[in-house]
């Protein structure tokens, strides 16, 4: 089956610096990548998501960078804010969703 | 606020018990799921139904127990649970699985701890 693995698990940056949390896949077949963000008593909310037939996708802050030939997509959060802290998960689909293990975002004002 | 709600938000029982988990959709969405989330482990899928239909049983234990009356609403039965069934359990549904629409939205979940 599909195995997805997320880093760091642990993150902190300085309020306006960019954060960057990298996953990576080892099911070619998979073809739909989304984010997760879900903050503290709260479910998983999709902030973005890329299919696999695009390279990039952008919005506002958030951007996700896909590399098909290696495997591995990526969540850029640019300017980040403090409520931009939460644990963000990402994970990989062809039928069913495997998720990463989570990153635990802490933006320091 | 994502249109998926799920009660009680919070329950603690004891291993005899039996407790039933609710899980609404307003979403218009015909596939729905349920995931255990851990500490410090990714979400496991445990059970998808489709258009009422259960068409994944993740090997998950028989005290646990799916029930889908319809699109709209989702149950997850507990009896006779041990103590490492303590989880947030989470609620999520999609359009359905053979739409395309791979989105899936998720509720707030259920904190349950066994005792």
């Known amino acids: 089956g599909e195995n997805v693995e997320q880093h760091p698990s642990t993150l902190s940056v300085q309020e306006g610096d960019s954060a960057v949390i990298k996953c990576t896949y080892s099911d070619s077949a998979s073809n739909y990548f989304p984010w997760y963000k879900q903050e503290l008593g709260k479910g998983p909310q999709l902030i973005i998501d890329?299919?696999?037939?695009?390279g990039e996708k952008k919005d506002q802050r958030i951007a996700v960078t896909l590399n098909k030939t290696a495997k591995h997509f990526s969540l850029h959060i640019t300017e980040t804010q403090p409520e931009d802290s939460a644990v963000y998960f990402c994970a990989a689909s062809r039928n069913q969703f495997y998720f990463g293990t989570g990153t635990s975002l802490t933006v320091i004002p | 606020e994502t249109g998926v709600t799920q009660t009680p938000r919070h329950l603690v029982m004891g291993m005899t018990n039996k407790k039933s988990l609710k899980c609404e959709q307003h979403?218009?969405?015909?596939?729905m799921y349920w995931y255990k989330q851990s500490a410090k482990k990714p979400l496991e899928l445990m059970f998808v139904?489709?258009?009422?239909?259960?068409?994944e049983n993740n090997s998950v234990p028989s005290r646990f127990s799916p029930e889908c009356p319809n699109s709209s609403h989702l149950f997850l039965h507990l009896h006779t649970l041990q103590p490492e069934d303590s989880a947030l359990y989470l609620c999520a549904s999609s359009q359905d699985l053979a739409s395309g629409s791979y989105e899936q939205y998720f509720g707030p979940g259920t904190r349950l701890t066994v005792t």
């Open positions: 139904y489709n258009f009422k239909e259960q068409t």
């Open positions: 979403l218009g969405h015909n596939a």
């Open positions: 890329i299919r696999s037939n695009v």
